[in-house]
């Protein structure tokens, strides 16, 4: 199997910066996309941005601007650039991957790290 493992997240101030980072365990045989996805107490989990194979990227309006995604495709790790932080950016960050993880797997299945608080404090 993989793992997914995302770093970066912490406590900043508004206005502020973070770079959260994901790395593989494993390399993937294909990947089609990877992502950033967040989950605020007592809201759904919501895309922040997404990057394709072929490097097009897709923000969620409420982080144009602000976030930028990137991903070294040398060892697959993908990155979430963050700026001007807000206290409503607060939550816990998730990296997707959907991605066939061998030659074998017929159909691509989607692969998600653990998690990493961001805290943004007014």
């Known amino acids: 199997q993989v793992q997914l493992v995302e770093s970066g997240g912490g406590l900043v101030q508004a206005g502020g910066s973070l770079r959260l980072s994901c790395a593989a365990s494993r390399r993937f045989f294909s990947i089609n996309a990877m992502g950033w996805y967040r989950q605020a107490p007592g809201k759904q989990r919501e895309l922040v941005a997404t990057?394709?194979?072929?490097?097009?990227?897709n923000n969620a309006d409420s982080v144009k601007g602000r976030f930028t995604i990137s991903r070294d495709n040398t060892d697959n790790t993908l990155y979430l650039q963050m700026n001007t932080l807000k206290p409503e950016d607060t939550a816990v960050y998730y990296c997707n991957a959907n991605a066939r993880l061998r030659f074998s797997d017929t159909s691509a299945y989607n692969y998600w790290g653990q998690g990493t608080q961001v805290t943004v404090s007014a």
């Open positions: 990057i394709s194979s072929g490097g097009s990227t």
